[in-house]
Each structure stands twice: as C-alpha cells, then as structure tokens.
Antibody
Framework: EVQLVESGGGLVQPGRSLRLSCAASGFTFDDYAMHWVRQAPGKGLEWVSGISWNSGSIGYADSVKGRFTISRDNAKNSLYLQMNSLRAEDTALYYCAKDWGYYYGSGNAFDIWGQGTMVTVSS | SYELTQPLSVSVALGQTARITCGGN??????VHWYQQKPGQAPVLVIYRDSNRPSGIPERFSGSNSGNTATLTISRAQAGDEADYYCQVWDSSISWVFGGGTKLTVL
C-alpha cells in the first residue's frame, strides 16, 4: 500500500525550531519529487516547499524562504522539513505529498498525500 | 504573482451537475489539477492535467480548461461528493499555486 506518514508536529514558541518528518512506503521513493503543503485552521491549501528526486532542485514559497529547509534521505525513504524562526502564521496542518514526476517543478500533480502533522506556534 | 480564483461555494441538487470554476490569467496554457478534500481528511487528486482522471476516480468527474477558466464538472452529484475542491497550477514565476477552494454542497 502506498503510504505517507508525517510526524514531528507539536506546540512550539515563536522563534523556536521544529523538524517534521515524512516516512514513505509502497513506492520507489527515490523516483519521485516530494512536497510539503500546509493548511492553516479553516483555510485553504498552501504549497510550502518541494524537492526533486535527487535533491538537485529545491523550491520554497516566499512565506518560508530563508526560514525553512527541505531535505530527503532516499536510503531511508524519508522527507524532512526543518522549520526555524517559527511564527504564529506558520500554525497549520502540514502535509507531505508525492509528486507524479521526478522534478518538483515539472507541473505534475500531487498524487499521494499523507494525513498531516499539526504545528502550533504560540507562546 | 499568479492567482487562481474560485467561488467560495457551489450548490447542486442531488443527481444534477455541478460545475466549479478556477479563473487565472491565460490558465488555458497551463496544466490544471483538481483535489477533493472532505472534512478531517487529506486532499485527494480527482483530475490531473486539465481533464484526466486518476485510477479509482468515478467517470462522473471531468475537467476542462480554456482561455482564462478551468472547470471541474461533477455529473449526477451524490451526497458523498460534498467536499472542498481546490484547483492547482505550476507557474514558473512563483512555483506552485492553489486556488482558494470551493465548498460544494449537495442539496
């Protein structure tokens, strides 16, 4: 069964850091680009970051550029999101999503999504 | 920046056809993807590249894209189709963009 399972969310104070993880199974992880997408409570979807199959190409939304870092470990079938200098507006459910292709900016759809991990930034 | 505009809500009678639009500048030149999200669940891809259905998605779901508007059409609407629907495109200037989402109500 194709599956993505996120972890690492929680309550964190503004300015602190958090690292999210996404464990993939059921498909050849290193054949595909991966993404993080977030959804603030009661709001729509917002793309956060994407990484190509071999980590050769990476992109970020302007809202997180310089604060968040995406990475992957193909040997461990895992995707990560290091979030630094967290702000209240980063509070959201963070989804890990599989790209249909190998390059994060090829315009392919996101065909598999995890259930998400909640990040709450509050003092 | 590139923006996608969706109606906040669309209502459809049970068994009738629902159409959800996604507006964007020259969106017809881009590949549009559509996602369905039911309450408390992760998004599910229902249409990719304008008009293609992934395996397991009913034929009642279809899509089109031309000019400045892409459309998701749901024929013979069922109660189980009630959800939020999001369009998505890739724009080389700002990367991935989602529409604001449309809440579909089946009456």
């Amino acid at each position: 069964e194709v599956q993505l399972v996120e972890s690492g969310g929680g309550l964190v104070q503004p300015g602190r850091s958090l690292r999210l993880s996404c464990a993939a199974s059921g498909f050849t992880f290193d054949d595909y680009a991966m993404h993080w997408v977030r959804q603030a409570p009661g709001k729509g979807l917002e793309w956060v970051s994407g990484i190509s199959w071999n980590s050769g190409s990476i992109g970020y939304a302007d809202s997180v550029k310089g604060r968040f870092t995406i990475s992957r470990d193909n040997a461990k079938n895992s995707l990560y999101l290091q979030m630094n200098s967290l702000r209240a507006e980063d509070t959201a459910l963070y989804y890990c999503a599989k790209d249909w292709g190998y390059y994060y900016g090829s315009g392919n759809a996101f065909d598999i999504w995890g259930q998400g991990t909640m990040v709450t930034v509050s003092s | 920046s590139y923006e996608l505009t969706q109606p906040l809500s669309v209502s459809v009678a049970l068994g009738q056809t629902a159409r959800i639009t996604c507006g964007g500048n020259n969106i017809g030149s881009k590949n549009v993807h559509w996602y369905q999200q039911k309450p408390g669940q992760a998004p599910v891809l229902v249409i990719y590249r304008d008009s293609n259905r992934p395996s397991g998605i009913p034929e009642r779901f279809s899509g089109s894209n031309s000019g400045n508007t892409a459309t998701l059409t749901i024929s013979r609407a069922q109660a189980g189709d009630e959800a939020d629907y999001y369009c998505q495109v890739w724009d080389s200037s700002i990367s991935w963009v989602f529409g604001g989402g449309t809440k579909l109500t089946v009456l």
